[in-house]
């Protein structure tokens, strides 16, 4: 049945995106680079790296493509948020992929959560990591110190949030922002936890600067890590129904009232328009006269379906 139903699918939908020439080095602004220089800079202030990706872009991508690798030789462990909106249904073959990447350490959290047992988890992880470890220059501070990367928007700030409701119980320390690139102000040191005394560095969000391939960049763009409007809204929408049909989520047919699922994007923005009212009254000039005709806007149309994706109401989706 669901072999019939994927032989259906390869028939309907495409098997491959076309980016049409597009190069990923014009996503990813050059102050980038001056952050990561500067998280090298403060490696040897830190017990441990706290690396956070998207769940969504959990394996394939974020460690062959993503990973930092700045210090092998500190603990490492490896954040895999906003878990409330990825499939996780095969948890453990992404760990098993990890592991065979070397990635042994990691978390799955869900930072919006008010209560997440998987915070909780956090700082007791950490510091057996830290114990079996070898502390370096920092041998004799009585304090621990964690480092958090990770690319724009991947919810850095939140996960600090998150450990001070858990362990510090004071209010919020860190904004956070639906666009990438909020946490501005450079490594500020922030405290995590009352006992063990933990501080954690937070740093901007940063892109690694090798990115190979421009579907890496454009899985990064639909998990709201780059400015839309530099990859362009169109394009993420077009790649955002090309995935879901891959996937087999179809959520998007009963949300949009289609008939069906559908591989054309301009048919399927026509129908969140009109679905959503949000259409446009432009003048046209005929042979007869002007007259006045409503066209769908298909750009509010793109956003709408783009950001209905981030929020997790078209389901959760594992992208690789
Ligand atoms: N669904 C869901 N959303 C999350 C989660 N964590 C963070 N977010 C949302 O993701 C967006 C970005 O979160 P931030 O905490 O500002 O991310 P950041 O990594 O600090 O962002 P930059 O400052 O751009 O580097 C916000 O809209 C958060 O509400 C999560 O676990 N689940």
């Given at each position: 049945m669901k072999l019939c139903q994927t032989l259906r699918n390869a028939d309907r939908f495409r098997t491959v995106f076309d980016f049409g020439g597009r190069e990923v080095a014009h996503w990813f602004p050059g102050h980038m680079a001056k952050g990561l220089k500067q998280m090298k800079a403060n490696l040897k202030n830190v017990d441990c790296i706290l690396e956070i990706h998207d769940a969504r872009i959990s394996f394939k991508t974020s460690h062959s493509e993503l990973g930092f690798y700045f210090d092998l030789n500190k603990p490492h462990l490896l954040v895999l948020n906003k878990m409330d909106l990825a499939d996780l249904s095969n948890k453990q073959k992404i760990l098993k992929k990890l592991e065979n990447d070397g990635v042994r350490n990691v978390l799955f959290t869900d930072c919006l959560k008010q209560r997440d047992d998987n915070v909780k988890k956090l700082v007791p992880l950490v510091m057996e990591l830290i114990k079996t470890g070898d502390r370096f220059n920092r041998e004799e501070n009585r304090d621990y110190c964690l480092m958090v990367i990770g690319v724009p928007n991947v919810g850095k700030s939140s996960l600090i949030n998150a450990l001070r409701r858990t362990n510090v119980k004071k209010g919020r320390a860190s904004r956070v922002g639906g666009e990438p690139g909020i946490t501005k102000a450079v490594l500020t040191k922030i405290q995590v936890s009352e006992r063990p005394l933990m501080y954690l560095l937070d740093t901007p969000g940063v892109l690694p600067p090798k990115i190979e391939s421009v579907e890496t960049g454009m899985k990064l763009a639909l998990c709201?890590?780059?400015?839309?409007h530099l990859v362009g809204e169109d394009v993420i929408a077009d790649y955002l129904l090309f995935s879901l049909n891959r996937l087999g989520k179809f959520g998007y047919v009963e949300k949009y009232d289609l008939q069906e699922p559908s591989d054309d994007i301009q048919y399927v923005l026509k129908r969140i328009a009109v679905k959503l009212r949000k259409t446009q009254r432009v003048k046209a000039i005929t042979g007869v006269g002007n007259i006045t005709v409503t066209i769908p806007n298909y750009t509010a149309a793109a956003y709408n379906f783009i950001r209905a994706f981030r929020k997790g109401e078209l389901g959760q989706v594992l992208l690789d």
């Amino acid at each position: 049945m669901k072999l019939c139903q994927t032989l259906r699918n390869a028939d309907r939908f495409r098997t491959v995106f076309d980016f049409g020439g597009r190069e990923v080095a014009h996503w990813f602004p050059g102050h980038m680079a001056k952050g990561l220089k500067q998280m090298k800079a403060n490696l040897k202030n830190v017990d441990c790296i706290l690396e956070i990706h998207d769940a969504r872009i959990s394996f394939k991508t974020s460690h062959s493509e993503l990973g930092f690798y700045f210090d092998l030789n500190k603990p490492h462990l490896l954040v895999l948020n906003k878990m409330d909106l990825a499939d996780l249904s095969n948890k453990q073959k992404i760990l098993k992929k990890l592991e065979n990447d070397g990635v042994r350490n990691v978390l799955f959290t869900d930072c919006l959560k008010q209560r997440d047992d998987n915070v909780k988890k956090l700082v007791p992880l950490v510091m057996e990591l830290i114990k079996t470890g070898d502390r370096f220059n920092r041998e004799e501070n009585r304090d621990y110190c964690l480092m958090v990367i990770g690319v724009p928007n991947v919810g850095k700030s939140s996960l600090i949030n998150a450990l001070r409701r858990t362990n510090v119980k004071k209010g919020r320390a860190s904004r956070v922002g639906g666009e990438p690139g909020i946490t501005k102000a450079v490594l500020t040191k922030i405290q995590v936890s009352e006992r063990p005394l933990m501080y954690l560095l937070d740093t901007p969000g940063v892109l690694p600067p090798k990115i190979e391939s421009v579907e890496t960049g454009m899985k990064l763009a639909l998990c709201g890590t780059i400015l839309d409007h530099l990859v362009g809204e169109d394009v993420i929408a077009d790649y955002l129904l090309f995935s879901l049909n891959r996937l087999g989520k179809f959520g998007y047919v009963e949300k949009y009232d289609l008939q069906e699922p559908s591989d054309d994007i301009q048919y399927v923005l026509k129908r969140i328009a009109v679905k959503l009212r949000k259409t446009q009254r432009v003048k046209a000039i005929t042979g007869v006269g002007n007259i006045t005709v409503t066209i769908p806007n298909y750009t509010a149309a793109a956003y709408n379906f783009i950001r209905a994706f981030r929020k997790g109401e078209l389901g959760q989706v594992l992208l690789d």
